[in-house]
């Protein structure tokens, strides 16, 4: 398998995985795909080189778009067109469970303790904590710095704020946004938009 990775999105998020990638996998030769920078630019010195996810050719490929329901869309095309996906853990030295599924990125100073389960397209960003327990379904995004203590459970595409914490053993509707600085102190089983502490339902979800 060719030891190359196509980060498909050149956004902030891209950006980060890659310095991330160069800089914990050195050898690793990094191209981007993004649908709206034109093929042939270069970003941070790594190449565009593709226009859409299915058209990945000799790399493995990794969605680094933070917005959840684009990610897995866009995962799950390039999953039907045949593209081999990628997996970057930037500390295994913090990551203490089963390996994440399929696309997923853990960023540097992220921990991941004991029988955690992390599904496919997951984004565990930067010094985001998942204690022991923890199950994040598909294409959850843990934004930088978030707590979730042990035996908390994400239903699919759940993204929870930078710096908010989730109590141990909380389940967590599928599609649910939790804001940054939130504390969740109980079950969440309405989607929608949730902040403050204790977290309150603000919003419903957009759409
Ligand atoms: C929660 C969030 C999604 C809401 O966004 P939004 O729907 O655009 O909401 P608005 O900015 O219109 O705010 C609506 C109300 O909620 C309040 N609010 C918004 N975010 C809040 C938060 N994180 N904590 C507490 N209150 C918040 C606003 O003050 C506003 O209150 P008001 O009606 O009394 O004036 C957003 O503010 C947020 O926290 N996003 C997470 C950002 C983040 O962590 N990014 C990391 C990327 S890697």
Not at 70 to 93: H, N, S, T
């Amino acid at each position: 398998m060719s030891d190359r990775i196509c980060l498909f999105g050149a956004g902030g998020h891209g950006r980060v995985v890659a310095g991330q990638i160069k800089a914990r996998l050195p050898q690793t030769d990094i191209c981007f795909g993004d649908a709206q920078k034109p093929v042939g630019s270069t970003v941070n010195g790594c190449s565009v080189e593709f226009a859409t996810p299915q058209v990945v050719r000799d790399a493995r490929l990794i969605v680094t778009i933070g917005d959840n329901a684009l990610r897995a869309r866009l995962q799950q095309a390039a999953i039907e067109a045949g593209v081999p996906m990628a997996v970057f853990i930037a500390d295994p030295d913090r990551y203490f469970a089963e390996p994440p599924g399929e696309g997923s990125m853990v960023l540097a100073g992220a921990v991941v303790n004991s029988d955690a389960r992390i599904g496919a397209g997951v984004i565990v960003n930067s010094g985001a904590i998942i204690e022991h327990d923890c199950a994040i379904d598909v294409f959850c995004h843990l934004a930088p710095g978030c707590i979730l203590a042990g035996d908390t459970v994400l239903g699919a595409c759940v993204f929870v704020g930078a710096g908010a914490r989730i109590v141990n053993q909380a389940r967590i509707t599928a599609r649910t946004v939790i804001g940054a600085g939130a504390t969740v102190i109980r079950d969440i089983t309405e989607p929608g938009i949730y902040a403050g502490t204790p977290a309150r339902r603000i919003a419903a979800l957009p759409g």
